[in-house]
């Protein structure tokens, strides 16, 4: 196994020399990077990187907070994270006392992000600050990456193939099975167990698409009506017109 103090891909990397392994490969590129989507919500990021690389190039792809925040939810589901409803997570994350879990510090606050852009804005000139939309992803991928190439200073007439799609999570058809076999720690013996030719065939029996859970229209109003004084900040802020994050019929 090696020894575990040293940090891999996938790992939590707390200190500069481990950073500098990402690139252990890197050449001649025009441009290079790494990305997490926690680098907007954490309070240090901004400075430290500023600090440390002052004319890196930030690129931000914000999402309907109400929709990030399902998202959210579904990947802790889908993780064995939480065997609670949508709703009670909502409500666990409002509430003022302690709080148990990563998921309930986090589940609203990282849709708050204006506070977040402006920590970049204050480390950062803007012309380095590059926001765009979920919308402009699902609607051109191929557009979105010919200005994102634009912005790195890179060719952007590469053909890139944008038709895959990748972090295609799938959740467990009957609800909590995730969660108690990550609380017993049963999955890696389960996986032991079943024959590699089997494997796809198990999964199709006891997995479903993600998009079979919904959020409810209840839960969308209440979160649309939580967010609404954010989003159009955001919207003065970025210079986009966000008013169909705040209509239903028009949910991402």
């Known amino acids: 196994r090696g020894d575990r103090r040293e940090k891999r891909f996938g790992g939590l990397i707390t200190t500069w020399e481990n950073y500098l392994k990402l690139f252990a490969n890197a050449t001649d590129q025009v441009a290079i990077g790494e990305a997490s989507p926690c ?36 990947h802790a589901v889908t993780a064995g994270v939480t065997n609670r409803t949508f709703r009670q997570e909502i409500e666990a994350a409002l509430r003022t006392d302690q709080r148990a879990s990563v998921l309930e510090g986090s589940l609203l606050e990282f849709g708050q992000y204006c506070g977040q852009i402006r920590r970049f804005q204050n480390e950062f000139p803007r012309d380095q600050i590059h926001i765009a939309l979920f919308e402009d992803l699902k ?20 053909r890139l193939d944008v038709s895959e ?71 003065a802020l970025v210079r986009r017109d966000l008013t169909t994050w705040l209509d239903p019929a028009d949910a991402a």
Do not use: C
């Open 39 to 74: 680098y907007l919500w954490s309070r240090t990021a901004a400075r430290n990187i500023a600090s440390r690389v002052p004319h890196a190039r930030i690129i931000a792809i914000l999402r309907n907070p109400v929709d990030r925040a399902f998202s959210h939810y579904l």
């Open 165 to 235: 799609r990748h972090l295609e999570p799938r959740i467990m058809k009957v609800n909590g099975v995730a969660y108690l076999l990550k609380k017993w720690r049963l999955w890696p013996h389960l996986r032991k167990l079943v024959p590699q030719p089997l494997g796809p065939r198990l999964r199709s029996m006891l997995l479903r698409s993600r998009d079979s859970l919904v959020m409810s229209p209840v839960d969308r109003a209440f979160l649309s009506d939580y967010y609404r004084d954010e989003i159009e900040a955001l919207g």
């Open 139 to 158: 609607r051109s991928p191929t557009a979105l990456m010919q200005e994102l190439l634009t912005f790195l200073g890179v060719d952007p007439d590469i």
